[in-house]
């Protein structure tokens, strides 16, 4: 399998939002769950949200009232929506399944810097 395609990141300012995207294939994402990852500055990647074929989403704890996942079925896409961006929120943002990931398979990511 091919790993998935981030994009969508960039450079904001705190309390700003961003929308990042996960281009996923098409049997992928009619079959699979898709994970969103976060990787701050010089520690482990740490998972965010969560969103399964059928729609059913879960969201860390920590970023629960400020970060949403979904699911485009015309675009094959899988997207986080960041809302009320903090500098913690800094890092690398990567979607994956839980396959992909056990195989050790990553996405380049997409670079999500928040600061003033």
């Known amino acids: 399998q091919v790993p998935l395609q981030e994009s969508g990141g960039g450079l904001v300012q705190p309390g700003q939002s961003l929308r990042l995207s996960c281009a996923v294939p098409?049997?992928?994402?009619?079959?699979?769950?898709i994970e969103w990852y976060h990787q701050y500055p010089g520690k482990e990647r740490e998972l965010v949200a969560t969103i399964t074929p059928g729609g059913t989403s879960n969201i860390n704890d920590a970023k629960r009232d400020r970060f949403s996942v979904s699911r485009d079925g015309n675009r094959n896409a899988v997207y986080l929506q960041m809302t009320d961006l903090k500098p913690e929120d800094t890092g690398v943002y990567y979607c994956?399944?839980?396959?992909?990931?056990?195989?050790?398979?990553w996405g380049q990511g997409t670079q999500v810097t928040v600061s003033s």
């Open positions: 994956n399944t839980p396959r992909l990931r056990m195989e050790g398979a």
């Open positions: 098409g049997f992928t994402f009619q079959t699979m769950m």
